[in-house]
């Protein structure tokens, strides 16, 4: 049972980033980097064998690099890819948790990447993106301890592919067909989740 806990306060976070962006014709480059602190992280202190109390208790550093690059090509082509790299996200002090010391945050991935291609002429329009995120330790997992992939409970790494056709049929009518996870990868987000789906969407502006 976790006892209630008035005193709490909001979680903080200090943040500071550098970056910068090159455009060159129809293409666009950027690169930042960032760093994170976290403090009063609200974690469970046990009271009693069974009783714990919610507490503001850990401090944690992020550290990380973003790129990003898009443009466009001849014949209604264009292009993007983007990327997040995180090379630190532990956890610096923790007296509610002492062992989560020097483990990674949890519901936090250390890397996630996308690339995408998309293709316009006329009405008729087409995409399709590829979406990687790492593995993460989920809620409650302050130890590091769920490193499996693949079954229930765990929160797994995976690569999903997307593709998007667009057609407008009318100037106020527009119809599309979105397919996710086209690959019909099997992974968890905790429960197992959806495999191949699609979407048909009508829209009508007036």
């Known amino acids: 049972m976790n006892e209630p806990s008035p005193n709490l306060r ?37 009271v009693t064998p069974t009783l714990t109390q919610s507490v503001n208790a850990g401090s944690a550093k992020i550290d990380g690099v973003e790129t990003q690059l898009r443009g466009s090509f001849s014949g209604g082509w264009s292009g993007f890819a983007n990327a997040t790299r995180l090379v630190r996200a532990e956890v610096s002090n923790n007296p509610a948790v002492p062992a989560s010391v020097g483990k990674t ?73 979105s397919v996710d996870n086209l690959a019909n990868r099997a992974y968890y987000d905790f429960g197992r989740q959806p495999g191949r789906n699609a979407l048909i969407d009508v829209a009508l502006t007036y």
């Open 105 to 177: 945050l949890t519901d936090v991935p250390t890397i996630q990447w996308n690339l995408g291609v998309s293709y316009e002429r006329g009405p008729l329009s087409a995409a399709a993106y590829v979406r990687h995120t790492g593995h993460i330790f989920g809620s409650g997992d302050d130890n590091n301890l769920n490193t499996r992939q693949g079954v229930y409970g765990s929160y797994d790494s995976r690569t999903l592919t997307s593709l998007k056709l667009t057609y407008r049929a009318t100037p106020w009518c527009r119809v599309s067909m």
């Open 10 to 46: 909001a979680e903080s976070l200090d943040a500071l980033e550098i970056g910068f962006e090159r455009k060159q014709g129809s293409w666009r480059a950027g690169l930042t980097v960032f760093t994170q602190r976290l403090d009063g992280l609200i974690y469970r202190s046990r």
